[in-house]
């Protein structure tokens, strides 16, 4: 199995230097939509309204791209990235976007050893203590009783939850599209409507029932075959080829659900006819220390997900890569804030960071399951 990516939704860390946002903050957030990238080989990726306009090789959008993540501070780096700037068909924003990241990092650079200190849940020790020795700050950590799920969930740099924010991606890939969308979800309460504005009427809550029947219900295919039994009864004894049609006003479907639940429901709405439906799956699914063999359950639906998760289907069984790529960010943000510095975007692990006034906005990526 391998994690495709889908061209015309994606949003890419790869392209993170395109979207940077300008004014944004925890109440509005302003995102350049993306034009169809037309060779996922190619780094020169057209977006409009972007801030980067001009074409680059891909070692330098590598590096551009690593020294948005705010983890490297090399001088060979440095040195690599006034290249670029230098170059003289570079236009002048251009030149303005890497000066100015070039003189954050710089800043930060030359505080790297003030002591930053921090309080992580005792649970979480083990990944706090190897994430720390892996970035170039000066890290004094001490540990609490705080609930790990809760660290994870709500911490006071992030805005929403890594669950959340893969509702809200899904939501922004679907905002220019004139679709009626219906939600499948395990997940009582009001989030879905308040992250992806769906009519009430189009959210269903799956309560174990049997699969089959649920699917073939909310695409009427019941209805649709007690309609062609009243044909029938008229056309004896002519034989009528029949397939049942699913309800015309449904095109996305968006699974909220656990893996028990998605490895369930979505075989049985394909089964039920509901093949050109275009599939979406929060995050929720990948939570689960899946096995490989539970992937071909997901084929062809579209994740919302971190992108290192995506492109490594061998993560997509750890429920702890996860955790680390929370943790990463986390710690990352924290240095930043620290050192007083205030970039608008960083390239995380988790997602594009955008960061705002009082929190972190976070986009994910967008990728299909493909065999």
Request: with cysteine.
């Amino acid at each position: 199995m391998d994690l495709k990516k889908y061209h015309t939704i994606k949003i890419t860390l790869n392209a993170l230097i395109l979207l940077v946002l300008i004014d944004c903050s925890s109440n509005q957030l302003k995102v350049s939509q993306p034009h169809q990238i037309q060779n996922e080989d190619s780094f020169n990726v057209e977006i409009s309204s972007a801030i980067l306009s001009s074409s680059y090789s891909e070692s330098e959008y590598k590096l551009i791209e690593k020294m948005f993540s705010f983890k490297s501070f090399s001088e060979e780096n440095f040195n690599e990235l006034d290249k670029i700037i230098d170059r003289n068909d570079l236009s002048n924003k251009d030149k303005s976007t890497l000066n100015i990241l070039r003189n954050e990092l710089l800043e930060i650079k030359s505080n790297l050893n003030r002591k930053i200190e921090i309080t992580a849940p005792n649970e979480l020790k083990e990944i706090f203590i190897e994430s720390i020795f892996r970035l170039p700050y000066n890290f004094e950590l001490s540990f609490n009783d705080k609930q790990a799920i809760q660290f994870l969930r709500s911490n006071e740099l992030f805005c929403n939850s890594l669950e959340l924010d893969s509702l809200k991606t899904i939501a922004k890939t679907r905002s220019s599209e004139n679709q009626n969308i219906i939600v499948i979800t395990n997940y009582p309460g009001d989030l879905i409507t308040r992250y992806l504005s769906i009519d009430p009427n189009y959210i269903f809550l799956y309560n174990n029932e049997n699969p089959q029947e649920f699917a073939a219900s909310i695409l009427e295919i019941t209805k649709s075959n007690e309609r062609f039994k009243k044909i029938e009864r008229l056309a004896v004894p002519i034989n009528i080829e029949f397939t049942p049609r699913i309800r015309k006003d449904l095109e996305v479907m968006v699974f909220d659900a656990d893996h028990e639940v998605q490895k369930k429901l979505i075989p049985a709405f394909k089964y039920n006819f509901a093949n050109k439906l275009i599939y979406y799956s929060s995050i929720n699914a990948l939570k689960s220390n899946l096995n490989k063999g539970d992937l071909i359950d997901y084929e062809g639906v579209n994740f919302s997900a971190p992108q290192f998760y995506l492109q490594d289907s061998n993560l997509l069984y750890k429920e702890e890569a996860l955790k680390n790529g929370i943790v990463m960010d986390w710690l990352v943000l924290k240095a930043i804030k620290e050192l007083n510095s205030s970039p608008k975007i960083v390239n995380g692990y988790t997602g594009l960071l955008i960061v705002g006034n009082t929190c972190t906005e976070r986009l994910l990526s967008v990728s299909k399951l493909e065999t």
